[in-house]
C-alpha cells in the first residue's frame, strides 16, 4: 500500500470514528490490546480493509474473535 492510499484509509478511519462516536453504541468485551490487533490485522489486510471501509460494514466475525 503506497504512501497516499495509507493517508486515504486513515482519513476513512478517522471518519468511521467520528460516525461511532456520534452513533448510540453498547459496549462490547474487546479489549484494548485486542483492538489493536484486530486493527494491525486489518491493515495487512488491505483487501478486506478497503471493504469494510469502502462498505462501512463491520466485520463482525473477526471481531468477535478478539474479544475477551
Known amino acids: 500500500m503506497g504512501r497516499y492510499e495509507r493517508r486515504?484509509?486513515?482519513?476513512?478511519?478517522?471518519?468511521?470514528?467520528?460516525?461511532?462516536q456520534a452513533a448510540p453504541h453498547q459496549a462490547t468485551s474487546m479489549t484494548t490490546?485486542?483492538?489493536?490487533?484486530?486493527?494491525?490485522?486489518?491493515f495487512d489486510d488491505t483487501d478486506r480493509l478497503e471493504a469494510i471501509l469502502a462498505d462501512g460494514?463491520?466485520?463482525?466475525?473477526s471481531a468477535s474473535n478478539l474479544q475477551a
Open 57 to 61: 460494514v463491520t466485520d463482525n466475525k
Open 8 to 20: 486515504i484509509f486513515l482519513d476513512r478511519l478517522v471518519e468511521m470514528r467520528e460516525a461511532y
Open 33 to 42: 490490546d485486542g483492538a489493536i490487533a484486530y486493527t494491525i490485522e486489518l
